[in-house]
């Protein structure tokens, strides 16, 4: 998955979901990214988003 471009998350995902995103460090699309369900210091090595 390191070299996944985009990313189309589900709007809803049960709250014991836990997403971790840090090796997604080329990914131009990030779509429907909950902090409930993924970590907000993963948003640091996604250098590419838009």
């Given at each position: 998955m390191e070299q996944l471009?985009?990313?189309?998350?589900p709007?809803?995902?049960k709250s014991?979901?836990?997403l971790e995103l840090g090796?997604?460090?080329k990914i131009l699309?990030?779509?429907n990214f909950n902090?409930?369900?993924?970590?907000?210091k993963d948003l640091i090595n996604m250098t590419n988003l838009r």
């Amino acid at each position: 998955m390191e070299q996944l471009r985009h990313l189309y998350l589900p709007l809803y995902c049960k709250s014991s979901t836990k997403l971790e995103l840090g090796t997604l460090r080329k990914i131009l699309t990030l779509v429907n990214f909950n902090n409930k369900n993924c970590y907000l210091k993963d948003l640091i090595n996604m250098t590419n988003l838009r």
